[in-house]
């Protein structure tokens, strides 16, 4: 992970000679606009080495070079499904992983040549993969059982009693819905441990008030069972 995170700086650094806003005294509207933009990737450096990278988002980064304008979006989380992946306890590797992956890619775009260290990242995404499909393994250890059976959407499963127009139904409705926590899709809304249970025919509102007052609750029992399942 250090040495992630030593060679993303030093070919971070490669960067800044390309644009760094000294460079456009002459282009004072280029000037401020890569003023801003290093700001921006500064504190995604400072950051990815501390604690505060949980608190990272995706964003747009905009520089220049050579007087050519350009917007790049920096976003680790676009491949993550399901985005509950930022919860895993190894929630602080993946992110240094993802974030310093982003900025190499930057590095590239703007013509930083950055040779065989490239192969760290490969590694880097094999990992993130892997951990990726070990969550999805955990997740159906804690959502399912016997009378259980998985159907087409991440992190949903359905009662065995219903039919495919049923989970059709359900699924259809349910999709805009999911949050990264589990679903359970039965006959009736119920308070389980660390899971959402809701009927195939729900009423959309009454969907809302439910996963209003009970995401809290979720969210905390869901993880706390990732936590015993891990030790």
């Known amino acids: 992970m250090d040495k992630l995170i030593s060679v993303t700086r030093k070919y971070y650094n490669q960067l800044l000679l390309k644009v760094h806003p ?11 606009m890569n003023e801003k933009s290093i700001q921006e990737l500064n504190l995604i450096m400072s950051n990815i080495s501390s604690s505060d990278i949980e608190k990272l988002s995706p964003t747009n980064i905009q520089l220049a070079t050579h007087s050519i304008q350009k917007t790049v979006k920096l976003d680790p989380f676009k491949t993550f499904t399901p985005l509950s992946i930022r919860n895993s306890l190894k929630k602080k590797e993946i992110l240094t992983k993802s974030w310093t992956g982003e ?6 775009e703007f013509g930083v040549e950055i040779g065989q260290d490239k192969q760290l990242w490969k590694k880097a995404d094999n990992i993130v993969v892997q951990e990726k499909e070990r969550f999805e393994e955990e997740v159906k250890a804690i959502i399912l059982d016997q009378q ?30 999911l949050n990264g926590l589990p679903w359970l899709v039965a006959y009736e809304f119920q308070q389980s441990t660390g899971i959402f249970v809701v009927p195939w025919n729900f009423d959309e509102a009454l969907l809302k008030s439910y996963v209003k007052s009970n995401y809290d609750r979720v969210s905390i029992e869901f993880n706390q069972k990732l936590k015993e399942i891990k030790k």
């Open 103 to 108: 900025i190499i890619n930057l590095c590239e």
């Open 22 to 32: 000294d460079y456009f005294a002459n282009k004072p509207l280029i000037k401020r």
């Open 148 to 177: 259980f059976d998985a159907y087409h959407l991440p992190m949903v499963v359905y009662d065995k009693r219903l039919n495919h127009h049923q989970k059709s139904v359900a699924a259809n409705k349910l999709v805009k819905y």
